[in-house]
């Protein structure tokens, strides 16, 4: 297969995996369902876990953790862990979801996360996420296309090819139809297939309906939520081809990165120190195998990062120019943003390396503070070295994100590689 036919192939895999993840829930639940497809086996956390064996997965509402056991395991044979976030920034409806205005029905929806809000102007939104039940389960649902935010017509506003100011509270809510028909609710339960009375929690999110495109000669990938179902997508397939030799591969896909990953399922809380920990006692870890293998790991954060934008070249680093399809890149901050180091830096461009992979580094233009990712955090959490890495994008954060199709395989590619324990010598 050519390296063309090879990116078009990720970016296929990788539009048919944003299709079916309109929220966090279902990008975890995808992830699972991948890795069923792929002989790993699902565990319940009220469970007992048996002796660890063979490769498996674990759920926590919109987050997963995936490994597999090397035929050569011990209970100091070092982790090599992949994380990536499963939300995305948008809308997410407030606990009465309903408005009327003027003959108008429409949603009343508190913003996620920091979304390009332009952006989501004038498309199809649809409702996603999960709802509890009376009788104590959760489920997920969503409705296709219900909901649009509509702009204000250039007649009303002159001026809005010279500046566009939304008011997040009165500007942005959606609307659902006319009249006194139904709400958000109904339409949940229509979608569902279930009594609107029988839902009484939900955490439910709006999603653009429009579906990824290639296209161009060396493809690009048209999407919304690359940011970050792109490293979620490029770990979960790199995990299922690992073949691991000396390290124990692991994935964790947390939630709520996007508003600061401080809950039961984002990386700020106990979610993976658990998993690992049940890991260890599987293999009968004592308290100073734990400690030795903790000090041999890696932790390689991936989330995506700046491409150099062709019409806003001064916004970024005069010398520092990560470009679409040249490859993944190394996430560098001095004020620990991410979490990469010079250590870090040897073990990406090594995996790069051996994986085939071109790689470049990414840093801010000092003028311009970058964000923060899972990486610092995981690092504070666990005190597991940690590298941020990524790959290139433009329109970050808006409704529609554009990436190169050959970054999103070389992130595989060297994720793969990174989970199988091909790091370089001293790592």
């Given at each position: 297969?050519?390296?063309?036919?090879?990116?078009?192939?990720?970016?296929?895999?990788?539009?048919?995996?944003?299709?079916?993840?309109?929220?966090?829930?279902?990008?975890?639940?995808?992830?699972?369902?991948?890795?069923?497809?792929?002989?790993?086996?699902?565990?319940?956390?009220?469970?007992?876990?048996?002796?660890?064996?063979?490769?498996?997965y674990v759920l926590r509402d919109g987050a997963i953790i995936a490994w597999r056991l090397p035929e050569d395991v011990t209970p100091t044979t070092p982790f090599a862990i992949a994380g990536a976030h499963t939300d995305s920034p948008g809308f997410k409806l407030k606990p009465a979801p309903d408005h009327e205005a003027h003959g108008w029905r429409q949603?009343?929806?508190?913003?996620?996360?920091?979304?390009?809000?332009?952006?989501?102007?004038?498309?199809?939104?649809?409702?996603?996420?999960?709802?509890?039940?009376?009788?104590?389960?959760?489920?997920?649902?969503?409705?296709?296309?219900?909901?649009?935010?509509?702009?204000?017509?250039?007649?009303?506003?002159?001026?809005?090819?010279?500046?566009?100011?939304?008011?997040?509270?009165?500007?942005?809510?959606?609307?659902?139809?006319?009249?006194?028909?139904?709400?958000?609710?109904?339409?949940?339960?229509?979608?569902?297939?279930?009594?609107?009375?029988?839902?009484?929690?939900?955490?439910?999110?709006?999603?653009?309906?429009?579906?990824?495109?290639?296209?161009?000669?060396?493809?690009?990938?048209?999407?919304?939520?690359?940011?970050?179902?792109?490293?979620?997508?490029?770990?979960?397939?790199?995990?299922?081809?690992?073949?691991?030799?000396?390290?124990?591969?692991?994935?964790?896909?947390?939630?709520?990165?996007?508003?600061?990953?401080?809950?039961?399922?984002?990386?700020?809380?106990?979610?993976?120190?658990?998993?690992?920990?049940?890991?260890?006692?599987?293999?009968?870890?004592?308290?100073?195998?734990?400690?030795?293998?903790?000090?041999?790991?890696?932790?390689?954060?991936?989330?995506?990062?700046?491409?150099?934008?062709?019409?806003?070249?001064?916004?970024?680093?005069?010398?520092?120019?990560?470009?679409?399809?040249?490859?993944?890149?190394?996430?560098?901050?001095?004020?620990?943003?991410?979490?990469?180091?010079?250590?870090?830096?040897?073990?990406?461009?090594?995996?790069?390396?051996?994986?085939?992979?071109?790689?470049?580094?990414?840093?801010?233009?000092?003028?311009?503070?970058?964000?923060?990712?899972?990486?610092?955090?995981?690092?504070?959490?666990?005190?597991?070295?940690?590298?941020?890495?990524?790959?290139?994008?433009?329109?970050?954060?808006s409704a529609r994100e554009l990436c190169a199709a050959s970054d999103v395989d070389g992130l595989e590619r060297a994720l793969a590689v990174f989970l199988a324990g091909g790091w370089p010598e001293h790592s």
């Open positions: 297969m050519s390296a063309a036919q090879r990116a078009k192939k990720a970016a296929e895999s990788l539009a048919s995996f944003v299709v079916a993840a309109p929220s966090s829930y279902h990008a975890a639940l995808e992830a699972a369902r991948r890795l069923d497809e792929a002989d790993f086996t699902e565990l319940q956390e009220r469970d007992p876990w048996t002796k660890a064996s063979g490769a498996n949603l009343n929806a508190e913003v996620y996360g920091g979304p390009l809000l332009n952006s989501w102007l004038d498309r199809e939104l649809e409702i996603a996420g999960r709802v509890a039940l009376a009788d104590g389960s959760t489920q997920l649902v969503r409705t296709g296309a219900v909901a649009r935010i509509p702009q204000l017509a250039i007649h009303l506003d002159r001026s809005v090819n010279d500046e566009l100011k939304l008011n997040k509270q009165q500007h942005l809510r959606p609307v659902i139809g006319l009249g006194n028909g139904k709400g958000a609710l109904d339409l949940v339960a229509d979608a569902a297939k279930i009594a609107r009375e029988d839902i009484v929690g939900w955490d439910l999110f709006l999603a653009d309906t429009q579906e990824p495109t290639i296209f161009g000669d060396a493809p690009l990938v048209s999407s919304g939520r690359l940011d970050n179902l792109v490293s979620v997508h490029a770990a979960v397939h790199a995990l299922i081809e690992t073949v691991p030799s000396g390290v124990i591969p692991v994935i964790v896909c947390f939630d709520h990165e996007e508003v600061g990953s401080a809950t039961r399922s984002g990386a700020g809380g106990p979610f993976l120190d658990e998993v690992l920990a049940r890991i260890r006692a599987g293999l009968g870890a004592t308290a100073e195998d734990i400690h030795r293998a903790a000090a041999a790991s890696w932790c390689v954060s991936s989330d995506v990062g700046h491409s150099v934008h062709p019409n806003y070249r001064e916004r970024h680093d005069d010398d520092c120019v990560p470009l679409a399809g040249n490859g993944p890149i190394l996430k560098i901050n001095a004020n620990q943003r991410y979490a990469s180091d010079a250590t870090g830096a040897a073990l990406w461009h090594g995996v790069c390396r051996n994986a085939g992979v071109q790689s470049q580094d990414f840093v801010s233009n000092n003028s311009m503070p970058c964000g923060s990712t899972i990486g610092p955090i995981t690092a504070t959490r666990l005190g597991i070295r940690t590298v941020d890495v990524g790959i290139p994008m433009l329109s970050m954060h």
